[in-house]
């Protein structure tokens, strides 16, 4: 599930069957974190309110924050 930090940290709560249904949930944009005012950690907690559990990655593809571990994620999954 894609949760880009402009859509705001409630889209868990507007959208559970969305988070209920994927595997894992990432966060993208994170570059642009601070400047859209997204609290990380209430996204996170409304994520793990919807699917306890569920990894997040947190990546940004212009700064390239966090798409090793993603990218470190996918190879190592089986279809």
């Known amino acids: 599930m894609l949760l880009s930090v402009t859509e705001g940290e409630d889209k868990p709560l507007k959208y559970p069957t969305i988070f209920n249904s994927a595997d894992v949930a990432i966060l993208t944009k994170m570059d642009l974190a601070e400047v859209a005012e997204f609290d990380e950690e209430m996204a996170n907690r409304n994520i793990q309110a919807v699917r306890p559990g ?3 990655f947190e990546v940004s593809a212009k700064t390239g924050e966090g798409m090793d571990e993603y990218l470190e994620f ?6």
């Open 54 to 56: 569920m990894k997040v």
């Open 74 to 79: 996918l190879r190592c999954t089986p279809l």
